[in-house]
T-cell receptor
């Protein structure tokens, strides 16, 4: 079965850091642009960041610029999101995407 | 920065009605668009990829059309199980604001 599997979510204090990972299972990620999207409790889906196939182009939503870094390791068939200086408003379920394919998400809770 | 505009934001229709949701891109995105269905407490489920390709297991009453800047998702005969919020998304990029579909 083709799927994306996210990991790395959890509870973190405001100002803290977290690194999310996304692994391809039954799917080779290298040909795909990939991204991270999130959904805060009770809110709609929000795009966070994306990255091209070789990692040379990266784009971010304004609220993530300077705090989040998207990266990928095609040899490990994986995508990452390094999140620093986390805020309460970053609390959300984070999903990785490969075009129309998405994982089941990992919950990030930012709270003291 | 390409923006996605989805309409309507809410929709109330009767069982058996034909329902259409529109998604407009601020620039040409060819056919790089997906439609998702999300029910409360669940992860989004892809219905349509590449603007018009029906994903495996999705009922045939769902269809997608369009290319460039204008896209539509159509439910040919609305069913109670279709109550959900629907989103369009340019691949790996912005979403539309969502359409909440309810039964009248």
């Amino acid at each position: 079965e083709v799927q994306l599997v996210e990991s790395g979510g959890g509870l973190v204090q405001p100002g803290g850091s977290l690194r999310l990972s996304c692994a391809g299972s039954g799917l080779t990620l290298s040909p795909y642009w990939m991204g991270w999207v999130r959904q805060a409790p009770g809110k709609g889906l929000e795009w966070v960041a994306n990255i091209n196939t070789d990692g040379s182009e990266k784009y971010y939503v304004d609220s993530a610029k300077g705090r989040f870094t998207i990266s990928r390791d095609n040899a490990k068939n994986s995508l990452y999101l390094q999140m620093n200086s986390l805020r309460g408003e970053d609390t959300a379920v984070y999903y990785c995407t490969a075009d129309w394919i998405r994982g089941q998400g990992t919950l990030v809770t930012v709270s003291s | 920065d390409i923006q996605m505009t989805q309409s309507p934001s809410t929709l109330s229709a009767s069982v058996g009605d034909r329902v259409t949701i529109t998604c407009r891109a601020s620039q040409n995105i060819n056919k790089y668009l997906a439609w998702y269905q999300q029910k409360p407490g669940k992860a989004p489920k892809v219905l349509i990829s590449k603007a018009s390709f029906l994903e495996s297991g999705v009922p045939s009453r769902f269809s997608g059309s369009g290319s460039g800047t204008e896209f539509t998702l159509t439910i040919s005969s609305l069913q109670p199980d279709d109550v959900a919020t629907y989103y369009c998304q340019q691949y790996n990029y912005h979403f539309g604001g969502g359409t909440k579909v309810e039964i009248k």
